[in-house]
């Protein structure tokens, strides 16, 4: 089993802060790494997606990897209380047995306060 | 571009009850997925279609969960008999080419059981 750790939530921070969000994972040969942002009682969107270590910028998000250290990371810059949801880590595998198979952290709940 | 489309929306059974759910997938989309997320948890893999062949069905519990994807197109999730640790809700995800890097997995709404 493909174990992918989210730092355990919930998380709270106030509105314009900066959201730290973290994830380890275990396989070695995983080489696309997904976050997703879950509101409740709706379906994963997927908000950044990683390849390459070192940083990706889209807005106000950015995605942070570190092959080495097996570790990948989300950034929240000016937290607005519209990002409160919960943002799932996802980590995929293009080779091997379990070519294309998506794996999961329990994911992190984020809310961010007025 | 239309979504993907999955139902019923919500469902209610007793255990050992049958349900099935339905999904079609993104046009042109060739890898299908079906994921189980119960509540508090990260989405699980049940089965994974390229086109009408079955990829990945390693993490389906196939003495009670059927799947198939006959036409290459819309699938089917099946369980029969339901327990009450299936209540969840079920995924239905598609990719253009779910075999390679960047290819973009896209969720649908879900389908919500409670088994009771």
């Known amino acids: 089993q493909k174990e992918v750790e989210q730092n355990s939530g919930p998380l709270s921070v106030p509105e314009g802060a900066i959201a730290s969000l973290n994830c380890t994972y275990s396989d070695r040969g995983s080489q696309s790494f997904f976050w997703y942002r879950q509101y409740s009682g709706k379906s994963p969107e997927l908000i950044m997606s990683?390849?390459?270590?070192g940083d990706k910028e889209d807005g106000r998000f950015t995605a942070q990897l570190n092959k080495a250290s097996q570790y990948v990371s989300l950034l929240i810059r000016d937290s607005q209380p519209s990002d409160s949801a919960t943002y799932l880590c996802?980590?995929?595998?293009?080779?091997?047995?379990?070519?294309?198979?998506?794996?999961f952290g329990r994911g992190t709940q984020l809310t961010v306060w007025p | 571009e239309a979504g993907v489309a999955q139902s019923p929306r919500y469902k209610i059974i007793e255990k050992r009850q049958s349900v099935a759910f339905w999904c079609n997938p993104i046009s042109g989309h060739a890898t299908l997925y079906w994921y189980q997320q119960i509540l508090g948890q990260g989405p699980k893999l049940l089965i994974q279609f390229q086109n009408n062949g079955v990829v990945d069905d390693s993490q389906l519990p196939k003495d009670r969960f059927s799947a198939e994807r006959l036409k290459g197109v819309d699938s089917t999730l099946k369980i029969q008999p339901a327990k009450l640790e299936d209540s969840a809700v079920y995924l239905c995800?598609?990719?253009?080419?779910?075999?390679?890097?960047?290819?973009?997995?896209?969720f649908g709404e879900g389908s919500w059981l409670t088994v009771v």
């Open positions: 996802a980590v995929k595998n293009d080779r091997g047995s379990t070519l294309g198979r998506l794996y």
């Open positions: 990683i390849y390459s270590n």
């Open positions: 995800a598609s990719s253009f080419q779910g075999l390679n890097s960047g290819n973009t997995i896209y």
